[in-house]
């Protein structure tokens, strides 16, 4: 069976950081596109972040200079380092492999 298990949610504060995980199993992850998005609430599902097979990366305007997508193939996992994190951030951020697979989603609160 194959999935995407994200971790790594939380409440901060405005100014502070977070580093998000999503690992996967059941498929061979470094022979996908990987992108996190992010849904707020009453607000339309977000594209924040892609990386390319070969670790081209891409940022939504939104996020650019503070947020960085990487991954690890020998780990089957993917990250989103999320810094200066706002309150707009706030979002249940969601990883997704390719056109196939999404995970069940992490909640990130900034707050004070």
């Known amino acids: 069976q194959s999935q995407l298990v994200e971790s790594g949610g939380g409440l901060v504060q405005p100014g502070e950081s977070l580093r998000l995980s999503c690992v996967g199993s059941?498929?061979?992850?470094?022979?996908?596109?990987m992108k996190w998005f992010r849904q707020a609430p009453g607000k339309e599902l977000e594209l924040v972040a892609s990386?390319?097979?070969?670790?081209?990366?891409d940022y939504g305007d939104s996020v650019k200079g503070r947020f960085t997508i990487s991954r690890d193939n020998a780990k089957n996992t993917l990250y989103l380092q999320m810094n200066n994190l706002k309150f707009e951030d706030t979002a249940v951020y969601y990883c997704?492999?390719?056109?196939?697979?999404w995970g069940q989603g992490t909640q990130v609160t900034v707050s004070t």
């Open positions: 997704k492999a390719g056109l196939s697979y």
């Open positions: 059941g498929f061979t992850f470094g022979t996908y596109a």
């Open positions: 990386i390319s097979v070969g670790g081209g990366v």
